[in-house]
C-alpha cells in the first residue's frame, strides 16, 4: 500500500501548492481577506483550488477503496492519472476558463474509475 500512500500525499502536496498559489495572487492583487472576488487572476486561482479541494472528496476515498479491493498499484496510477488532469486544468483555466474542460475530464474520469472500481472491487468480494 506504499504506491497509494505516496500518490495520496502527492495529491495534498498538490492541493497545498494551488491553496498557496491563492495567496500569492491575493497578495499580487490587493484582494483583502475574507474576500473572494476581485482581480480576474486571483479568482481563476480562487476557483482551481476550490473545484480541487472539491474533488478530493471523491478521489481519495476512491483511491483507497481501489487499492484496497482491487489493485494498489492501478490505484496510484489513476491517482497520478488525477494530478495529472489537475495540473492541465489549472493551466488551462488560469489563461482562459473556457478551455478548462480536458483537464477537468482527464481528473474526474481517474477519480470515478476510482470510485466505481472500488466499489464493484468490494462487492466481487462479498461474492
Not at 495520496?8 to 492583487?29: D, N
Not at 487572476?41 to 478521489?59: G, H, I, M
Not at 476510482?114 to 466481487?124: D, H, K, M, Q, S
Amino acid at each position: 500500500m506504499e504506491y497509494p500512500a505516496i500518490v495520496t500525499a502527492l495529491i495534498l502536496l498538490q492541493y497545498y501548492w494551488f491553496s498557496f498559489s491563492v495567496g500569492v495572487y491575493r497578495g499580487r492583487h490587493g484582494v483583502k481577506a475574507p474576500a473572494i472576488t476581485g482581480h480576474p487572476e486571483f479568482e481563476r486561482a480562487f476557483r482551481v483550488q476550490q473545484n480541487t479541494l472539491e474533488q478530493l472528496a471523491v478521489v481519495l476515498p476512491g483511491l483507497w477503496l481501489f487499492a484496497w479491493f482491487v489493485s494498489p498499484v492501478w490505484a496510484a496510477a489513476l491517482g497520478v492519472v488525477f494530478m495529472a488532469g489537475r495540473f492541465i486544468y489549472r493551466a488551462e483555466y488560469m489563461k482562459d476558463p473556457s478551455t478548462r474542460s480536458p483537464g477537468f475530464t482527464i481528473g474526474a474520469l481517474a477519480a470515478v474509475t476510482l470510485v466505481i472500481g472500488g466499489a464493484v472491487g468490494a462487492v466481487l468480494r462479498l461474492v
